[in-house]
């Protein structure tokens, strides 16, 4: 194998990879050493439509390998302390508040969820699509949380110019286990994996999560139920506390999942590296995926790399499993693509 360019260029590449190595390592030494974090954002319980009470349904989530579970039920902010008390354990384990703000424009369900709302956050009500999830959007920042919109697919009820539109969001539902939620849209709709390259494109931040949307714990045989255990995102943070994993949710730093795990992903400024936790009987494929949903590169190799040219706009990534297994990995902006900065940009 061949040394890429000439003499000159290797022995520039040499230097950068020593100076990227240098001010990574003094990062490093500056900050505490990062943690993966497993957790469910989106969670009901008896008190909504649930099935199940507070305790039984983090207790589910505790002994299933998770480090965090957001209790959203709708308009209802349940309170997590006293489970914390019985289940919470220091880097183990925590339950946080939530709530879904559940709204409604006419028939369309629009529903965001809160997270850390410091109070119950009524459903603001407004005269657009983008104005209802707005006006909730800002309710929940005002209560200190971080919102997320959920399940755009449902009743086909948001779209990806509907997102576009909206400010002080990061994130959405890539990925919902409720049986109903048309993720991979069909017929003249787009699913969820286009709508997020359309609305990326457009300059806007946004970032991709997996949730359960669990409301039944007790009929796992039922393929109308709305089980745990679907889908849920692993964060990068520096310990298991609620506001350190909501500003790593809302830093990107994190990937979302339906099965697949992954041990690293590293985005220097040349390459994003990506390491996958290989199931023995499992094959794998990597897709970079840029601007308008171009397919940039595609892999079977692992570690999967991907070298940015510096063109792209941005990079994310799709690991797909033999089984239909996925994790998505978030993506990358290049060279301040997007509001630099803000997170949100402004529709163009
Ligand atoms: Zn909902
Ligand atoms: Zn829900």
Redesign the pocket.
Known sequence: MGLPGSRRTWSRAVLLAALIAGAMRAHAQASPALKWYKGNT???TLNSDGDTAPDEVARWYREHGYHFLVL?D?NFLTSVDALNALMGADEQFVILPGE?V?DRLGDSPL?I?GLLVERLVPPQGGTSVSDVIQRDVDAIRAANGVPHL??PNFAWAVTAEDIKRVRNDKLFEIF?G?PLVNNNGGGDRPGLEEMWDDILSSGKRLYGIAVD?A?HFKRPWDPTA?KPGQGWVVVRASRLDGRELVSALERGDFYASTGVELEDIQATPQRLTIRIREDRWSKYRVRFIGKNGRVLREVTTNPATYDFTGNEGYVRALVLESNGKRAWVQPVFLDGYGAAGSGDARPR
């Open positions: 989106h969670t009901h959203t709708h879904e559940t529903h969820n959920n399940h919902n409720h949307d409301h709305s």
